[in-house]
């Protein structure tokens, strides 16, 4: 079974329509992961049963994703990074954000979802379990791997174990790249040569096999954005001419490399690293709407990524119960379970994100980052 991806949101295009584009491509990742995980709504058990991934909904528009869907982790990664500098670099090498600080934000944004699904689905797992005698899909669901899960960790030991709600596995390693980053940030590793070099040596360690621990690749795409990030800045400073003929040139080459991926030539992840930086540069250019309800609606799509992403699984293994665990009873086939299914996910992370992690992210900040007043002094 591949690994299943997901990277969290970070709340930026909000606040920046220029950013805007960003949140667009996070949220075709979103869809990228719910559709590569539509299968397991075949699973009974760990095993799949009456699969076929040509038949599964609209399977001849939908192809990419229901293939290679899982790659789209490796661009939420690189979205991350291309965040990270244009938020942070800077501040962090300056002093000016306190590792406590850095920590408390990113805690903050991560760990109360996390926590809530890990609950559920612990709860509805136990439920599975009793009913048919085996664990769904992930099948790890142990106390140490719980133990993991609630630190967070639950791939540290790149074992690839899957446990609980088992998509938290890439947060948990982009946890570990967000320490490195913070510590390269503050020795003043920021430059496009010191970036590259940083992709360079995760590249290398990668194609010589040396581990397949997660974190060699989240580290090459993290780093991968934030060059792009740095391209970007550099992008803006050329004049309008040669601006238009570099992103023209951007098109041809991700049309080339489209096509000669299409045709196997090109491994679907290098198509990958190509597609991640180009995409983001070309939507950072296209996607500036005039219209506020426009930027709005794409602003919303891209605040539902990380609760999608955390409530798909919980969402699947509560029908995997009430079916009884028999997905023929099941209309998978049929496109609207499938739009059904899409809406509901999103529709849900909406509510979850405006009443549940908005809220603990505040009240969290607010305790946690508020320095407490300090008793006056009495006079004379």
């Known amino acids: 079974m591949q690994r299943p991806p997901l990277q969290p949101h970070h709340p930026t295009a909000a606040g920046d329509k220029s950013l805007l584009g960003l949140e667009l491509l996070r949220f075709a990742c979103a869809i990228s992961v719910l559709l590569w995980h539509y299968n397991h709504f075949y699973v009974v058990g760990a095993a799949h049963q009456g699969?076929?991934?040509?038949?599964?909904?609209?399977?001849?528009?939908?192809?990419?994703?229901?293939?290679?869907?899982?790659?789209?982790?490796?661009?939420?990664?690189?979205?991350?990074?291309?965040?990270?500098?244009?938020?942070?670099?800077?501040?962090?090498?300056?002093?000016?954000?306190s590792a406590w600080r850095f920590a408390v934000l990113r805690f903050s944004r991560l760990y109360p979802l996390h926590i809530a699904t890990l609950l559920a689905v612990a709860a509805m797992a136990w439920w599975y379990r009793q009913q048919h005698g085996v664990d769904y899909v992930y099948q790890f669901n142990d106390w140490p791997h719980f133990a993991l899960q609630l630190l967070l960790a639950s791939d540290w030991p790149g074992r690839s174990e899957w446990s609980f709600n088992g998509?938290?596995?890439?947060?948990?390693?982009?946890?570990?790249?967000?320490?490195?980053?913070?510590?390269?940030?503050?020795?003043?590793l920021t430059r496009w040569w010191q970036v590259l070099g940083i992709i360079g040596v995760a590249g290398a360690v990668y194609a010589s096999k040396r581990t397949e621990h997660p974190i060699v690749l989240c580290v090459f795409f993290f780093y991968l954005g934030a060059l792009t990030h740095l391209a970007h800045e550099a992008l803006g400073r050329l004049g309008p001419r040669l601006q238009q003929a570099l992103l023209?040139?951007?098109?041809?080459?991700?049309?080339?490399?489209?096509?000669?991926?299409?045709?196997?030539?090109?491994?679907?992840?290098?198509?990958?690293?190509?597609?991640?930086?180009?995409?983001?540069?070309?939507?950072?250019r296209w996607v500036r709407p005039a219209s506020p309800s426009v930027s709005g609606l794409i602003a919303t799509l891209g605040?539902?990524?990380?609760?999608?992403?955390?409530?798909?699984?919980?969402?699947?293994?509560?029908?995997?119960?009430?079916?009884?665990?028999?997905?023929?009873?099941?209309?998978?086939?049929?496109?609207a379970w499938l739009l059904g299914y899409l809406a509901l996910t999103f529709g849900l992370a909406v509510w979850v994100f405006r009443r549940?992690?908005?809220?603990?992210?505040?009240?969290l900040r607010a305790r946690l980052l508020t320095a407490p007043a300090r008793p006056s002094l009495p006079r004379g």
């Open 51 to 97: 699969f076929s991934v040509r038949a599964q909904p609209l399977y001849g528009l939908l192809k990419p994703f229901y293939e290679a869907g899982w790659l789209g982790v490796q661009v939420f990664w690189a979205l991350s990074g291309f965040i990270f500098f244009w938020k942070y670099a800077q501040p962090v090498q300056r002093g000016e954000v």
């Open 167 to 188: 998509p938290i596995w890439s947060v948990s390693i982009e946890v570990l790249v967000y320490g490195l980053f913070f510590a390269l940030c503050r020795l003043g």
């Open 248 to 284: 023209a040139a951007g098109v041809l080459l991700l049309v080339a490399g489209t096509a000669v991926t299409a045709l196997g030539a090109l491994r679907p992840m290098f198509y990958t690293a190509l597609l991640a930086p180009l995409a983001m540069l070309l939507l950072l």
């Open 303 to 335: 605040n539902t990524t990380y609760a999608s992403y955390l409530l798909h699984f919980p969402l699947q293994l509560l029908v995997a119960n009430l079916s009884g665990g028999q997905p023929e009873r099941l209309p998978l086939a049929s496109p």
């Open 356 to 363: 549940f992690e908005v809220p603990t992210q505040a009240a």
